[in-house]
């Protein structure tokens, strides 16, 4: 196995199954749910070796302990966040992994939750909640400049990277980015391939941050376009406003648009 394993939990949950160094040994990504994990193992033969949380939403969280007791596994989160069960409590820049796999580095990247964290390596990036193809998490915990500011640094990253995002809402995400910029021919493409995907039962993720800087509103806040949109929504000028502003806007937005 050289991908990650999709594991479909809830309505619309991913949870990750990273490949490690060893043949056979996985890491756990956001276990919200025991059950779909346990199957997923044993139908793949596979062993976890650590349990990974970006946040502490139950949905990511709350298969976290029965696995952990199950097979005896260290469980790695953000250290700033109540995450049951929790053996290593992370901070920005933490590095992991090397016994069981890759190194991945920790990313603090708040805004959908105060203590929200990614898991940056290989060429991968596991975002939880904070990115998704085509959009962004919703503002629980946190504030819109904070968020802006995490998207922003995940953009960053190198344009091959792989993103692993936690659920399946690419073609929502889609119908608003193609409503914020009409005139993009990426988002329409973009979208026939993830139907194209959806309909042969595959995941719509990952995508790349190449992809994302090209359909993403939430990382084109900067682009004439997205501001003329957000103008236009919010009804007052916002060419002038600083990239945060647009994105608070934009955020808004999406909270309330129906598709």
Known sequence: MDDPVAVRAFRDNYIWLIPGSKPGVVAVVDPGDADPVRSALARYGLTPACILCTHHHSDHSGGIVALARE???PVFGPAAEPIPGLTHPLKDGDLIGGDWGPRYRVL???GHTRGHIA??????????????VA?????????AEQLHTSL???SSL???TRVYCAHEYTLANLAFAATVEPANHDIPAFAHEARARLDRGQPTIPSTLADERRINPFL????????KAATRFSGRDQWSDTDAAVFATLRRWKDDFKG
């Open 220 to 227: 084109r806040t900067a682009h004439p376009s997205v501001r």
């Open 119 to 132: 898991f940056f390596g290989d060429g991968r990036l596991f975002c939880g909640d904070t990115l998704f």
């Open 108 to 110: 603090s990247v708040p």
């Open 152 to 154: 922003m640094r995940l």
């Open 158 to 160: 190198p344009e091959a």
């Open 135 to 143: 959009g962004c998490g919703r503002l629980f915990e946190g504030r």
């Open 71 to 73: 097979f005896s596994l």
